[in-house]
């Protein structure tokens, strides 16, 4: 490679030709562009004259530059120029490529790993055996094989980093005992942090020969959790100035896994290179207990990453039941009832005997109206470790005898308890004291009608106002709490279900549970999960590399003491789980700056910005302009125009994507507005389009139901959602719409739509409307019940008025609806989807501009005129049924209906 | 010579028409007076050169004393003039050249050619002077008056088609005496044969007008970069800097001009140019001006 400046090219030699250049001027000015040629006349006057200067008309000096510059870069582009190109390498007769391979590496990976194959590429063809040294931790081999095939590019290409911190063999003698004759030159891919036997391993590969550091292109991240509890404390390091957020992932309530908060790192320290930033998770209980995993944010690897696991799940709760309730009203009144409802959102709930829960290492265990504790055994035990324990009076508490000697209470109780407010006694039940302000529940805002009827009176001790952490108003203990070795007991003087007290209906139940539940000590749960006794963990999402979470494949068990020394090789990060029990194993965890003495470390700068896709670029622009040059020598600046607008076409703006907005349909849906089908036949669009504003000026002038224009419905662009009525006149030109249209219509029947299919022909064929070819064609593939004709008592004929048929144009024709004896399935509240018929209504209904009727009923003297009004009154009972459903089958309107028609029949 | 057809006659002759409408009959000046008096000569009833009586008409002031009758004057106090009836035996013979060179419309191709040009003047001039009881003819037909030889002359003038060759001459032996010539054509060609007629011409003692229409590409040479001039005759050019060209070949053209210009003048004859940017009335109002005044 050849050095220019910061320019290096890679085929000096092509730079030769840049020497023709002159002789291209040369040849360019000496050939003349192409004469046009023209008709002239005169041209008899132009016989034997000489062009005056020879020379001064050529091709003009600027396009000449223009392709001398052209010809210029398609030179220097394949000498193929580099943009300070990396320093060439002292070569050796062998190479050892050396490539961390743990978490931190994954952020440069890739472009550690294609310079890694490059230098791998290159040496083999220079005939130098290549090894590779991956330092993930897992080495099978005694000793590094050099090799000469493909096969180290090919191990290169399938390397990936491993989810653990990275560490290389302990003897590097041993592993370098195959190492060829020769000097030894080393390529290190560090990902800039010291691992196990580095410093050793360099001190080793420096003896041999060169040793040249790459450093990473991104700087390692490593997050972890530096204390657990009700407010985590997450550290990152890194090296550099770096300071990326923290995005606090997890499901939200409705179970989606987004992003549920962004944590910013606090001021860095540094020490010995590593900037170390402590990120305090601030966040609201139940927002923490959802988050699955800390990342850091924009950096891919399995050390950027702290999966959540018990340490941040909310708390686990044991409520032990009395399991006397068993009934429904019971368990509506037990006080696990009110507690199961007022600790669901804040903690995990467990309900079992006091043994299974207290193998599932709860964090709070409360004992609802329990006696006869034992006074050493594992709940003491449990306690003593740091457990809470609440309970709560009862009954069954105030009955017992034995009450004083009751161990596990935070202070003594008086057997019998208080009863105030009963019908017998004189108190008033008593409302609760302001909560002490430095106590657990300071700031809780006491609602007026919280009072207490009975509770259990503690006998007076010193310690007792002390311990009590709520009071009522007259000074008794409600509420009392006392430390029990690492742990603490808390005791509700009153009972957890309605019995005493309104306090458990009351949000400030709720709230005063979830303060205690959040000061419980999480420090049981988090000794237990890495105790190196207990139990066989299980993977069940293990991390890759680069921090991607997958399902464990396979998983082998693994022992709770390896667990507790984090990631490692072999132990993948991940979720593992014993049980109910889950823990997170992240690969994150204190760095080191790595240092470098006696090897070349490479500097930070990119290496090498190939220069040859702009120089082409700039020969192919020059070309264009050449070209335009040319025309404009040529044609003129038209042709000039004309090609540049074909150059430059604009990107023609595509179709709008929002959707317009029909007005109509918005019309339809702010007001009642009837629709038809637009049937592609214009004359019947027309008539349905009369009719129904004939329809619905009867309607306004009869009725309150006001509708205004009808609306046309193309069926395969309108939102049918917005619709309440469609009349669907049956043509036999229209086409069938699209499945889409089908699948719309079916939507707008389940969504209590309803359609009038109007065959128009009066069933003149007698085929039944299920025969009609036109409206089997149309109507068979929508979703439609079983149907049946009209019955004499369905809602149709008395939603408005009372009717015996339903004539249109036609009468006597049948009338189908959806069968009423379909018990199962049907939709809309047996409102029938779908009405049809053949007596062309809407031929009835029409009305022109001036409100005449358009077409003439046959009939015997106002015979037509009759069938017309029974044909809008029809039409008022449809939309009327349309409108209302089935409320006028309801059977209390029938003693009117009875007595109406009992008034109409007398005549 | 290719039939056109009737319509572009028509038309052709509408607009010749109308073109001398807009111009007094032209009447042609006396000459000198023809050697032989062409058979059919006539009086032109109107007030001219004649041997009969026509009017006596008031003097004014452009009269000499001579000229006023005095024994007619005498029977009252104004003086009159004895006009005599006109009589000529003049003729004119309208020639266009026709070579491949008058076709030319300008580099557009759009425009008006040369040639149809020189046709509109030629005819529009044969009918200004048919009004004014003129004989005229196509150089080498015979000569007649009235409305029958205006047709023939329309009809001769539309169906005119150009020749292949870029240049064309009058033919010397359609020369006669008493002939007033009218030679339109662009005279870029150096032809020996149009040399011989103009000789004839002035053998014979007769006169004529030389217009050279020329189209403004032939006046302005508007040319610039390589070029390659052709013609239809086979004549070429090449350049490259048409631009540089443009100083010798103006030159050339006034040279040309002032030996068609010196030829004309030695053989009595006048030579004019007309422009084709120009409007055509112009140059109908200059051989007006011409043709009259002699």
């Known amino acids: 490679m050849m050095m220019l400046g910061p320019i290096g090219f890679g085929a000096p030699m092509l730079l030769l030709a840049l020497a023709a250049l002159p002789v291209l001027w040369w040849l360019l000015r000496a050939l003349p562009p192409v004469p046009r040629r023209i008709r002239f006349p005169g041209t008899v006057l132009l016989a034997g004259l000489e062009d005056p200067d020879p020379i001064a008309r050529r091709t003009p000096w600027w396009l000449l530059l223009l392709r001398l510059m052209a010809v210029a870069a398609v030179i220097l582009a394949f000498a193929q120029p580099v943009w300070r190109p990396a320093p060439p390498l002292a070569e050796g007769d062998a190479l050892l490529i050396v490539m961390d391979g743990g978490a931190t590496a994954a952020p440069g990976w890739d472009s550690a790993r294609s310079r890694a194959i490059r230098a791998a590429e290159t040496a083999l063809g220079d005939g130098r055996p290549v090894a590779v040294l991956l330092a993930d931790g897992e080495f099978d081999a005694a000793a590094l094989t050099f090799g000469a095939d493909a096969s180290v590019p090919a191990l290169l290409r399938a390397a990936l980093p491993r989810p653990w911190p990275g560490s290389y063999p302990d003897d590097p003698a041993a592993m370098l005992a195959d190492t060829p004759e020769g000097s030894l030159r080393t390529l290190w891919l560090s990902d800039g942090l010291d691992h196990e036997h580095r410093p050793a391993w360099l001190e080793a590969l420096n003896t041999r020969g060169p040793v040249q550091v790459i450093p990473p292109a991104a700087p390692p991240v490593s997050l972890r959790m530096a204390e657990s509890g009700a407010r985590p404390l997450l550290e990152l390091a890194t090296i550099g100035d770096a300071a990326p957020e923290i995005r606090a992932l997890g499901p939200d309530p409705q179970g989606i896994p987004r992003e549920l908060a962004r944590l910013t790192p606090e001021a860095p320290s540094t020490r010995e290179g590593v900037t170390t930033r402590p990120v305090p998770v601030d966040l609201p209980p139940e927002l923490l207990g959802r988050v699955t995993r800390f990342q850091v944010d924009g950096v891919d690897s399995a050390a950027a990453i702290v999966l959540g696991d018990d340490r941040l799940r909310r708390p686990v709760v044991a409520l032990i039941g009395d399991g006397r309730a068993t009934s429904e009203g019971q368990a509506l009144l037990s006080p696990a009832h009110f507690l199961r409802n007022a600790l669901a959102t804040s903690a995990r709930l467990i309900e079992a005997g006091l043994d299974d829960a207290l193998a599932a290492r709860p964090d709070v265990i409360v004992l609802m109206d329990q006696v006869g504790l034992d006074a050493t055994g594992p709940l003491a035990d449990w306690l003593d470790r740091g457990g809470l324990l609440i309970r709560f009076a009862g009954p069954r508490m105030a009955a017992s005898s034995d009450l004083p000697n009751e161990p596990l209470l935070p202070v003594r109780l008086r057997p019998g308890g208080r009863d105030m407010g009963g019908a017998l006694s004189w108190g008033e039940p008593r409302p609760i004291a302001p909560f002490p302000a430095d106590g657990p529940f300071a700031g809780l805002i006491v609602p007026e009608d919280v009072t207490i009827r009975a509770q259990l009176m503690a006998e007076p001790a010193p310690d007792l106002t002390e311990r009590s952490i709520a009071a009522l108003a007259d000074g008794t203990p409600l509420v009392t709490r006392a430390p029990y070795g690492k742990g603490q007991v808390v005791l509700f003087h009153s009972t957890a279900n309605a019995d005493w007290s309104s306090l458990p209906i009351s949000g400030l139940f709720v709230e005063m549970l979830s303060r205690l539940v959040a000061s419980a000590g999480r420090s049981v749960a988090e000794a237990d999960s890495t105790d190196p006794r207990d139990g066989i963990w299980t993977a069940t999402e293990l991390l890759d590399g680069f921090g991607r979470l997958s399902p464990a494949r396979d998983p082998a068990p693994v022992e709770g003491a390896v667990l507790a020394d984090g990631a490692a090789p072999g132990l993948a990060a991940g979720v593992y789980a014993s049980g109910e029990r889950i823990a997170a194993v992240n690969a994150g965890g204190p760095i080191a700056a790595a240092d470098w003495p006696g090897a070349v470390v490479e500097t930070a700068r990119p290496q090498g910005q190939p220069l040859i896709g702009w120089l082409l670029l700039a020969a192919a622009t020059a070309l264009i302009l050449d070209l335009f040059g040319s025309v404009i020598l040529r044609r003129g600046s038209l042709a000039v125009a004309l090609i540049a607008g074909l150059l430059f076409v604009p990107a023609l703006p595509g179709s709008p994507q929002a959707q317009e907005i029909d007005l109509e349909l918005v019309r339809a849906a702010s007001e009642f507005a009837m629709g038809y089908v637009v049937t592609g036949d214009e004359t019947l669009d027309d008539l349905s389009r009369a009719g129904l504003i004939g329809l619905s000026q009867i309607l306004t002038e009869r009725t309150t139901v006001e509708p205004t224009e009808p609306v046309a419905i193309d069926l395969e662009r309108a939102d049918l959602s917005l619709m309440s009525f469609l009349y669907w006149p049956i043509g036999p030109d229209q086409p069938i719409p699209s499945a889409e249209a089908y699948l719309q219509l079916n939507r707008y029947l389940r969504g209590g739509g309803m359609i009038l299919f109007d065959t128009r022909d009066a069933d003149i064929a007698g085929t039944g409307p299920d025969g009609s070819g036109d409206l089997r064609r149309l109507a068979g593939p929508l979703d439609m019940p079983p149907l049946q004709l009209v019955p004499q008592d369905h809602v149709l004929t008395r939603s408005f008025y009372l009717l015996k048929d339903m004539p249109g144009r036609f009468a006597g024709g049948e009338v189908w609806v959806e069968a009423a004896n379909v018990a199962a399935g049907t939709v809309n509240d047996g409102v029938s989807p779908v009405v049809m018929g053949g007596n062309a209504w809407a031929e009835a209904w029409a009305v022109d501009d001036r409100g005449l009727p358009v077409h003439a009923i046959v009939g015997i003297g106002g015979e037509g005129e009759r069938q017309r009004e029974m044909a809008y009154r029809f039409g008022v009972n449809l939309i009327m049924y349309v409108l209302t459903g089935n409320y006028k089958s309801d059977q209390i309107h029938v003693p009117d209906l009875l007595e109406r028609l009992r008034q109409e029949d007398l005549p | ?294």
Do not use: N
């Open chain 2, 1 to 294: 010579m290719t039939a056109a057809p009737a319509s572009e006659i028509a038309v052709l002759r509408a607009r010749a028409e109308a073109a001398s409408a807009a111009l007094p009959p032209l009447v042609l000046a006396r000459g000198r007076v023809a050697p032989v008096v062409a058979p059919g000569g006539h009086g032109l009833r109107r007030p001219g050169t004649g041997e009969d009586f026509w009017q006596y008409r008031p003097a004014h002031e452009g009269d000499t004393a001579a000229t006023i009758d005095w024994r007619r004057s005498a029977r009252g106090d104004s003086q009159f003039v004895r006009d005599r009836e006109r009589q000529t035996a003049r003729t004119a013979a309208i020639w266009v050249g026709r070579g491949a060179g008058m076709g030319y419309r300008g580099q557009s191709e759009k425009g008006e050619s040369k040639f149809e040009r020189a046709r509109m003047i030629g005819l529009s001039l044969a009918l200004s002077m048919i009004r004014a009881g003129e004989r005229v003819a196509l150089l080498g037909e015979q000569a007649g008056a009235g409305a029958a030889q205006a047709e023939k002359i329309g009809f001769a003038m539309g169906s005119m088609g150009l020749l292949s060759g870029d240049g064309d001459h009058p033919d010397p032996g359609a020369a006669r005496p008493g002939q007033v010539a009218v030679l339109i054509d662009d005279f870029l060609q150096h032809d020996a044969r149009l040399d011989a007629f103009i000789q004839r011409m002035a053998d014979l003692g007769t006169t004529g007008v030389m217009l050279q229409v020329l189209h403004p590409d032939e006046e302005g040479f508007p040319f610039a970069g390589a070029l390659r001039f052709e013609t239809a005759g086979g004549l070429r050019h090449e350049t490259r800097d048409a631009e540089g060209l443009r100083r010798a070949y103006l030159a050339r053209l006034d040279a040309r001009r002032e030996m068609l210009a010196g030829l004309a003048s030695r053989s009595g004859l006048v030579f004019g140019t007309h422009d084709l940017g120009q409007p055509l009335s112009e140059a109908l109002i200059w051989l007006h001006g011409v043709l009259a005044a002699r």
